[in-house]
């Protein structure tokens, strides 16, 4: 049973699985969650032991790609305990650990990271004016970020810029992103906004369509399609004037489900089969039910076997979130 890959009902493969391991974080960004949060009680979360062994079930199952997220992800305790156990994967059947992160932390695990084998990571940075940076994290310091931008390059990381794209907030600095991220020898991902949660704001306030930032960018930047595939959602164009790589990721004005290789499993054992979509499958309790592991290889086949063929997002004035829990919640 471990060894049978996992194939939806719409023929692809699911190489790539996502695992929260907390909903907390440190930042409160007003995409992302409400100002004043409740977070899950430490005692509902899997532990350690417990997501290695629900994301060793899965490489087992022939997921390639690993990505730990949050929440903010190094905001866990003993994380470093985890990322090792599941390095030894490498080599075997995982090609890639990986994880993303909001930076303010990485100068404290870059280095820990690069030596257990992460070659790669996502770092969310909206702004490079710190006052908006402020205000965009609710009271993060963009100087503790860039400190640990800079302990992971020197430390090897190879790291992508992840910037959600917002009107009215730093639409008139995604030009100078793309140079600094280019510059510093990083990619750059622009990154649409998505219902997900109540934000204590009206998304149709944020929402930037990437269509007309990518328009607007041609106006200064000649785009190259180039077929590059980092594994995600993300379509890459190279910038000809810098010489690096911008993706977009488009889940409102060209969603991209078609092509859709993940699976996200939340820091209580949830599993859901599409960000967009509400149905999930508990793992936790066939987890917790045996040392065997065959209860949860059955349960995590049954679930693939119903993953929808795509999201319902939909971002209107007035309408609720499409999707009643926040990302921090899912993961990314």
Not at 158 to 164: E, L, M, P, Q, R
Not at 237 to 246: A, P
Not at 271 to 292: F, I, K, T
């Amino acid at each position: 049973m471990t060894g049978q890959p996992l194939i939806d009902p719409f023929g692809r493969h699911i190489t790539y699985l996502r695992v929260s391991v907390t909903d907390r974080c440190d930042f409160r960004c007003i995409y992302c969650m409400a100002e004043t949060m409740t977070f899950l009680p430490r005692q509902d979360l899997l532990t350690l032991e417990e997501i290695d062994r629900l994301a060793s079930a899965f490489v087992a199952k022939g997921v390639r790609k690993l990505r730990l997220t949050g929440g903010e992800p190094l905001v866990r305790r003993n994380i470093m305990w985890l990322v090792e156990r599941l390095s030894r994967h490498l080599g075997g059947g995982l090609g890639e650990l990986t994880l993303t992160t909001n930076g303010s932390q990485l100068a404290l695990y870059a280095e820990a990271l690069a030596a257990c084998g992460v070659a790669r990571i996502n770092v969310s940075l909206d702004t490079l004016d710190a006052s908006k940076f402020r205000v965009i994290t609710r009271g993060g310091d963009l100087a503790q970020v860039l400190r640990g931008i800079e302990a992971a390059s020197r430390a090897g990381l190879k790291i992508k810029i992840n910037t959600v794209a917002l009107r009215g907030v730093n639409e008139d600095e995604i030009e100078d992103l793309i140079r600094w991220a280019h510059g510093s020898g990083f990619d750059l991902t622009l990154i649409e906004t998505m219902p997900m949660g109540e934000i204590g704001a009206d998304r149709t306030e944020q929402y930037l369509p990437l269509s007309l930032v990518r328009a607007q960018l041609g106006q200064h930047f000649t785009l190259d399609e180039v077929a590059y595939n980092s594994g995600g959602p993300a379509r890459y164009v190279t910038v000809r004037e810098t010489g690096g790589r911008l993706g977009f990721i488009t889940p409102m004005t060209h969603n991209f489900c078609e092509s859709c290789n993940r699976v996200r499993v939340t820091c209580t054992g949830t599993l859901y089969m599409c960000l967009g979509q509400e149905d999930a499958a508990d793992l936790r309790s066939p987890l917790r039910a045996s040392h065997d592991d065959a209860l949860l290889h059955a349960a995590i086949a049954a679930a693939i076997a119903r993953k929808p063929k795509g999201h319902d997002f939909v971002i209107d004035r007035g309408e609720r979130p499409s999707v009643g829990r926040p990302m921090s919640m899912t993961g990314g």
